[in-house]
């Protein structure tokens, strides 16, 4: 089966770096995407990663180990609109996207 | 770019009654249109893949005469909650992707409508 494993909540605080882990096993690999959602709204695309790697996007920052089944997403100075829900997606060999069941992040101050 | 828009953003309806839902790629073709299905504290679960000018693929467990999905051109897709129950009450998103071509199959999503049936 296909899975997806991010962890369900996590508590930073505000100013301080935080890591996501999101660990996947899917049928095949197009790429990986991070998306951002605040409670009761839509998802946001925050990254893709189709390569090894780490890419860098102002604050956050996503990561990419194939071999390893793994990324990361790593937010940096944190502030307290980043609360939310942070969502870990993987595009199989069919290009349908599995969806992780979220991180929720709680910043506090 | 890249921008999803969904109307309405709110809905409240009788129970028994039909309402539609809208979802327009502004900025760019969408070949392929999802429709998603969240309740509160609850993952986004996926109901259908709208695909112009053919028919809907469906989500095990959804139904597709309840749930009427129509994507008549490369930039609507329409979601029609037919004979809508108080159980139907939910967060409807839909989300667009670019033409096939494109490198990342980037889904972007709309704003959402948020659904209450009385």
């Known amino acids: 089966g296909q899975n997806i494993d991010q962890p369900t909540e996590m508590t930073a605080t505000e100013g301080a770096i935080v890591q996501i882990n999101c660990t996947y096993q899917t049928s095949g690999f197009n790429g990986l995407f991070w998306y951002q959602q605040h409670a009761g709204e839509a998802p946001t695309f925050l990254s893709y990663?189709?390569l090894d790697g780490l890419e860098e996007k102002g604050r956050f920052s996503s990561f990419l180990s194939r071999s390893k089944g793994y990324s990361y997403l790593l937010l940096k100075e944190l502030q307290m609109k980043d609360s939310a829900s942070y969502l870990c997606?993987?595009?199989?060999?069919?290009?349908?996207?599995?969806w992780g069941a979220g991180t929720k992040l709680i910043i506090k101050p | 770019g890249a921008v999803v828009s969904q109307h309405p953003s709110w809905v409240i309806c009788k129970s028994g009654t039909s309402v539609k839902i809208e979802c327009r790629s502004l900025?760019?073709?969408?070949?392929?249109m999802f429709w998603y299905r969240q309740f509160p504290k609850q993952s986004l679960m996926l109901m259908a893949t709208s695909n112009e000018g053919s028919k809907a693929t469906y989500e095990q467990g959804v139904e597709k005469d309840k749930f009427l999905i129509n994507h008549a051109s490369l930039t609507l897709s329409t979601l029609t909650v037919t004979s809508a129950h108080p159980e139907d009450s939910s967060f409807y998103i839909c989300?667009?992707?670019?033409?096939?071509?494109?490198?990342?199959?980037?889904?972007?999503f709309g704003p959402g409508t948020r659904l209450t049936v009385l």
């Open positions: 900025d760019f073709q969408a070949t392929t």
């Open positions: 990663n189709v």
């Open positions: 989300s667009a992707r670019e033409d096939p071509g494109s490198f990342s199959y980037t889904q972007y």
């Open positions: 997606a993987v595009l199989d060999s069919n290009y349908q996207l599995i």
